[in-house]
């Protein structure tokens, strides 16, 4: 599945509809912060694992999580950190600099932040294993495992809201809401992109050429230059 450019369908009050600014969050996304190929690949490894992870969650929560954070997000993040080629974005005529600015979500700063606050979870169970009388406390090894993954899991969703409230407060409440929307499909919508991506890489494809982002700027006058702030989203 190749990834298009988005529609620009409009509301009753002539903003960007639900659907289209959706569609545009999902294609800058795509755009900026995905052109590596080992990055793709381990994006489309880190969705399916988010989408075992979802079908987990009423069944075993804890276990979803731990999924969710130390397999799917970590091979996510590794393909961000490492992979993404930080020189000047020819494709999209942008800095890696501007593009980690003007994200909407997590850049890589933000990130670091979130990544750090899940590592202390399990050391903050240990020290206290009832975390100041919320949970039961914790008796063996298994139930300390159980304790940290669902802690997890409410980092996951206290983060996903806080960014969410965060970008209606900053832009609008449609824009937070739509990001939110995106981050939680992201998985599914990964995959419908990215299956091809371990091909690419056994025939020595390293970076994505992006031939349809270069013929929709070629098509569409002045649509390389950066977008302004609030319709870039992170990954």
């Known amino acids: 599945m190749t990834t298009t450019a988005a529609p620009r369908s409009t509301d009753a009050e002539g903003s960007p509809s639900f659907w289209s600014e959706l569609h545009t969050q999902r294609w800058d996304d795509h755009r900026y912060y995905h052109r590596s190929r080992v990055n793709q690949a381990l994006h489309l490894l880190s969705a399916c694992c988010f989408v075992v992870a979802y079908l987990l969650i009423p069944f075993q929560a804890a276990l979803a999580a731990i999924l969710g954070w130390v397999v799917a997000m970590w091979v996510r993040q590794i393909g961000h950190f490492f992979f993404e080629p930080r020189g000047f974005d020819e494709v999209n005529h942008a800095t890696f600099a501007h593009k980690e600015e003007i ?5 890589l700063r933000r990130k670091v932040v979130l990544l750090a606050i899940w590592i202390t979870v399990p050391f903050m169970v240990w020290r206290n294993p009832t975390m100041f009388g919320t949970m039961e406390r914790w008796t063996d090894a298994m139930s300390l495992v159980n304790q940290t ?3 997890w899991l409410w980092l996951g969703v206290a983060g996903l809201l806080a960014r969410t409230l965060w970008l209606a ?14 981050i939680l499909t992201d998985p599914f919508h990964d995959i419908s992109i990215y299956y091809k991506a371990p ?15 270069q013929a929709f700027h070629g098509s569409t006058p002045n649509a390389a230059a ?5 319709v870039t989203p992170d990954a």
């Not at 994200?103 to 850049?107: M, S």
């Open 103 to 107: 994200k909407l979500g997590y850049n």
């Open 149 to 151: 993954g669902l802690l």
């Open 169 to 182: 407060l900053t832009h609008s409440p449609k824009t937070g809401f739509v990001w939110m929307i995106k």
């Open 199 to 213: 091909a690419a890489l056994l025939r020595g494809e390293w970076i994505d050429p992006m031939t349809h982002v």
């Open 226 to 230: 950066p977008r302004p702030l609030r």
